[in-house]
């Protein structure tokens, strides 16, 4: 199986030591996105958890598209939560950006703590 390192100039800056995506066979594993705008890894956008799931999502379209796929093609997302108390806020956020019959098989984490103190991540599979 061919496994391709995918490091885009046009997404969402890393915050660490990974690429944007690894392509294995025709799968595509989208290294989980946070809550910080396009060019600057080092801020979260400010806002409540409906506005950094939003920028989560965009981030991760913005790989999905340098990856030439798309949300319709997403096997399946693990959203990781420091308060679950968010949940229903980042549903109906993330819901948003699938068509009704093609929601990804999905899990859902409550962790401590996220990278640069964000509230949400969320990471991919996705077909190519």
């Known amino acids: 199986m061919e496994i391709e390192h995918l490091i ?3 997404a969402p800056e890393r915050v ?5 995506a690894v392509k294995a066979g025709k799968f595509l594993f989208v290294t989980g996105q946070m809550p910080t705008p396009k060019n600057d890894r080092t801020k979260l956008v400010s806002g409540d958890i409906k506005v950094q799931t939003k920028q989560v999502m965009d981030n991760l379209k913005d790989v999905l598209t ?3 796929t798309d949300f319709n093609k997403v096997i399946f997302a693990r959203v990781y939560l420091v308060n679950f108390q968010d949940f229903d806020k980042m549903n109906s956020v993330y819901e948003s950006y699938f068509s009704k019959n093609k929601l990804p098989a999905r899990t859902c984490i409550g962790v401590t703590g996220l990278a640069v103190g964000a509230s949400i991540e ?3 599979i996705a077909a190519i």
């Not at 660490?16 to 944007?20: I, N, Q, R, T």
């Open 122 to 124: 969320i990471d991919l």
């Open 16 to 20: 660490g030591p990974f690429s944007h």
């Open 8 to 10: 885009f100039s046009n």
């Open 66 to 68: 340098q990856a030439e």
